[in-house]
């Protein structure tokens, strides 16, 4: 895997109510996406094909409706 050659820009998850809740935040990692947990964010995160994020989001949209 290729390491980003800038630093991600993590982003919280628009589900997040800003109270201090259990939060996921994501980043383009340049080749993956990266999740982690905004409580821990110097702890261990993981990657996802781009294809396999596009298609969890797209099933999570898919049972808003």
Known sequence: MNLPT???QWRKSS???GAGGEC???A???TVI???DSKKPTGP???VQR???AGFV???RLREI
């Open 6 to 8: 800038t630093v991600p």
């Open 28 to 30: 383009d990692l340049e």
């Open 45 to 47: 995160h993981i990657a």
């Open 58 to 60: 797209a099933s999570v």
């Open 34 to 36: 990266g999740i982690r």
């Open 51 to 53: 294809r396999a994020w």
């Open 24 to 26: 996921v935040e994501v």
């Open 15 to 17: 589900y997040s109510n």
